[in-house]
Each structure stands twice: as structure tokens, then as C-alpha cells.
């Protein structure tokens, strides 16, 4: 997070990044159920723990797969 940035819910600056769970919440690909996936990378405001971020933290794992379900022609 930049350093102008602030949590939207206090007011905050500080942040920290952690991981959530604990690498049991992996995201994995639909339809992959044999894939590791990846950890979630969250982002939260060190004032009030507002999570003002959430990534994976390995995001090349899902270019490797061919032919899997995909949302970017916006299916949801």
C-alpha cells in the first residue's frame, strides 16, 4: 500500500500483509480439485484489522493449467 493510502473504515495508515488461514485456505482453479493453488495474501489496517486487500500469492500456478474454467470473458 502506497503512503497516502488509508483503511476506508477508520482512518488508518498503518498496514500489514499476512497470510489467511493457515496455507490450509489455498485458492485453487474450479474443476482442478488435485491442484496445491495458492496461499491468500491479505492486506489489513493495523488500527482495526479491516482487510483492505486480498491476492494469491502465486498467481503464475494458474497459467500453467490448459483448458480450465476461466472468468475473464466475465462468466461468474
Known sequence: MGS?????????????????????????????NLQSGSRVVVTFCLECGEIVSMRVAYPEVFKRSVGAASFEDGDS
Do not use: Q, W
Open 4 to 32: 497516502d493510502s488509508k483503511c476506508n473504515k477508520c482512518g488508518g495508515t498503518t498496514f500489514k500483509e499476512g497470510m489467511l488461514g493457515s496455507g490450509h485456505a489455498n485458492v485453487k482453479e474450479i474443476g482442478m
